[in-house]
Nanobody, 122 residues
């Protein structure tokens, strides 16, 4: 089993910044992909940003230039630095990883965190 613990959400004014963190632990052999999705009320869960093990990144068009994803492989932790926040960024943000576990043979699976609320409002 792989567990994800998120932190860093909260209430911020438009134009402000927040930094989300997500630490993965458990039966991890390796992590291929780490990322963040978000889900606003009444909407589907969408990709915000992801980072591959080699360091390449992908961003949703709506956050390009404002959000930056990074990872610390030694700590199995992924970060999302969010600058220039807008009211439309309000959502529950979910950490997700694609990881190979320690079972024999190893199993590749996608795991999700519990979600952290980000609210952008004046």
């Amino acid at each position: 089993q792989v567990q994800l613990v998120e932190s860093g959400g909260g209430l911020v004014q438009p134009g402000g910044s927040l930094r989300l963190s997500c630490a993965a632990s458990g039966s991890i052999r390796s992590i291929n992909v780490m990322g963040w999705h978000r889900q606003a009320p009444g909407k589907q869960r969408d990709l915000v940003a992801q980072i591959i093990s080699g360091g390449s990144t992908n961003y949703a068009d709506s956050v390009k230039g404002r959000f930056t994803i990074s990872r610390d492989n030694a700590k199995n932790t992924v970060y999302l630095q969010m600058n220039g926040l807008k009211p439309e960024d309000t959502a529950v943000y979910y950490c997700t990883v694609v990881a190979l576990d320690l079972s024999s043979p190893p199993t590749l699976g996608r795991y999700w965190g519990q979600g952290t609320q980000v609210t952008v409002s004046s």
